[in-house]
């Protein structure tokens, strides 16, 4: 089977509802059809409450969407359950906003915790790190740049280096798919540089497909192999950004525009 089979995330007829107070369902996504082949990094644009961390939310199986489907390769992760669930989330890396570090844990143990997927046993139910790792852990912190700090506690870290740890964590799940909600809009200018460069890299490099949600349009323009907009729950466009002009952009955040 080829790469792109094996490793594309692909959303397909994705639509969500959600139950509203007054009974009335309100839908948020509405035929939603999207495909991150590796090597892309995918920027998703569009207003607030556009529908993107819902599309993330779906993307990465935390919740179903009302109709359609969500594969990694041939794999249909929203119909699968228990052993087979666990292992094809583990093909999907998250990154956050915030990086959500155990502050008070050192930064190579933060990277282990991403293998703990691989690992469901009495020790690390007790807490303990699987060892067995770490050895990738180091190569997934090298890969961000952060091999110097491995010893050094979490909560020691600026924004932009916890964000690359969280990186390199997400890494460690040897995923095929890096989805990141707003990953840098907690840091200053220059990090969010360095971690929208280190995600292109890691997609390109290490043939990942990677999903982004951003608000900094020019981050989005100088990184992103596509600009996929989205506007009240629909996909408006998506192209490379060569293809996108001001005036596209101008329309996901007009809120009278249809
Ligand atoms: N659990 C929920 N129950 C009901 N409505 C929800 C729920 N989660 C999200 N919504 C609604 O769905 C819409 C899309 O929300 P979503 O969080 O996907 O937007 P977003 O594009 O990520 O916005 P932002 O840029 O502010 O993060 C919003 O109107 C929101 O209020
Ligand atoms: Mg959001």
Known sequence: ????????????GVTKSYET???????VLDGIDLRVEPGELVVLLGANGSGKSTTLKIASGMIPPSTGDVRIGQTDITRMRGETRRQSRMK???VFQDARLIRRRSVLSNVLCGTLGR?????TMLGFLPRSERP??????DRVGLGALAGQRASTLSGGQAQRVSVARALAQKPSVILADEPVASLDPESAEEVMTLLATVARNERLAVLCVLHQIDLARRHATRLV????GHILFDLPPSAVNDAMIATLYTRDAA
Do not use: V
């Open 21 to 27: 107070a007054t009974g009335a369902p309100k839908t």
């Open 136 to 141: 990738l852990a180091m190569s997934c912190l």
């Open 119 to 123: 690992h469901q046993n009495i020790a």
């Open 229 to 232: 907009g989205l506007k009240k």
């Open 92 to 94: 999907l890396g998250m």
């Open 1 to 12: 089977m080829s790469e792109t089979t094996n490793r594309s995330l692909l959303l397909h």
